[in-house]
């Protein structure tokens, strides 16, 4: 039964995760190319280490003072991450259960 457990999740969730990282990467890409990434980090440390409730409020007055393109590939790469994550948690979940239900017909 491991074999084809093993089988369903090499056919079925690995080519979905490797399609979510490539989307991902290329989100990634174009956002590294449109945003000078140094700045928004040493600002954003900046204002992290001097009031850490003010990291939230940089953040939010970063997005809204970005450009429309920046946004669209914050809300991308937001979205495309929940969907790795689900993906993720989802083949983990499966995986346990398989090896739940696996164990106890052995101990049987």
Do not use: C
């Amino acid at each position: 039964m491991k074999q084809v457990f093993n089988l369903w999740f090499l056919r079925s969730m690995i080519p979905l995760l490797l399609i979510e990282f490539l989307g991902l990467a290329v989100a990634l890409f174009i956002f590294a190319r449109v945003v000078f990434v140094g700045a928004v980090v040493n600002n954003a440390l900046t204002a992290a280490l001097g009031n850490p409730l003010r990291f939230i409020g940089y953040l939010w007055s970063a997005f809204l003072g970005a450009g429309i393109l920046v946004q669209v590939l914050v809300l991308l790469l937001m979205v495309g991450l929940a969907f790795v994550l689900r993906d993720i948690n989802r083949s983990l979940i499966s995986y346990a259960l398989m090896r739940h239900r696996d164990f106890h017909r052995k101990s049987e």
